[in-house]
């Protein structure tokens, strides 16, 4: 069965330095997100992508997080500097097209530990 | 401002009973909701989905009902299982496949 991969599982990082998540979404979709998902709430949208463009980045920190898709396929979020408040698991899904009655395939995550 | 809230962080239930985990939302304009389950160490999957023209949908052991009026959807679990135990969330959209998640009932069934 096809998942959505994600790298690594965990990384453990002091702040300022910066950090860097891979996901690679099921063959054939097109659709993208990252979300943060900080202890005792729910995920958070951070950054959608349609093949390689940028859908809704609106909650995003630009100032020290982005995200690229260059070839459509597979993703990079980063961060940079990270801080104490980034500490959270990171998720990536995705979907094979837009559209909120499209199912949004999850990968495991990666959880960030930020001291 | 938390727009789709669950208010019990945690359920336990015995295994052929009946699970019932709500949502309260407070965007009238959410149109489309849905449930996922989460397991540690994976991700979220989805689970079952209701779009506001509906009142329930069903697919086997498990419902969600929606009460437009009372801004309130649950999910049952019927018969629960030990498997059921996970994280559930709530989650819900407007016009956009963005989706608001609650912050997740901690489901445990035991024996």
């Known amino acids: 069965e096809a998942e959505v991969a994600q790298s690594p599982r965990y990384k453990i990082t002091e702040k300022s330095q910066a950090v860097a998540f891979w996901c690679d979404p099921i063959s054939g979709h097109a659709t993208l997100y990252w979300y943060r998902q900080i202890l005792g709430q729910g995920p958070e949208l951070l950054v959608q992508f349609q093949d390689e463009s940028v859908v809704d980045d609106s909650q995003l920190p630009k100032d020290r997080f982005s995200a690229e898709r260059l070839k459509g396929v597979d993703s990079t979020l980063k961060i940079q500097p990270a801080e104490l408040g980034d500490s959270a698991m990171y998720l990536c899904?995705?979907?094979?097209?837009?559209?909120?009655?499209?199912?949004?395939?999850f990968g495991p995550g990666t959880r960030l530990t930020v001291l | 401002d938390q727009q789709v809230k669950q208010n019990s962080p945690s359920l336990s239930v015995q295994e052929g009973r009946i699970s019932i985990l709500n949502c309260d939302y407070t965007?009238?304009?959410?149109?489309?909701f849905l449930w996922y389950k989460k397991y540690p160490a994976e991700g979220p999957t989805f689970l079952i989905s209701i779009s506001s023209i509906k009142d329930k949908n069903e697919d086997g052991r498990f419902t969600v009902f929606l009460n437009k009026s009372a801004k309130h959807l649950s999910l049952h679990i019927v018969p629960s299982q030990p498997g059921d135990s996970a994280v559930y969330f709530c989650a819900a959209s407007e016009d956009t496949d963005k989706l608001i998640f609650g912050t997740g009932t901690r489901l445990q069934v035991f024996p």
């Open positions: 965007n009238s304009m959410f149109d489309y």
């Open positions: 899904a995705s979907s094979h097209r837009s559209g909120r009655r499209v199912e949004q395939f």
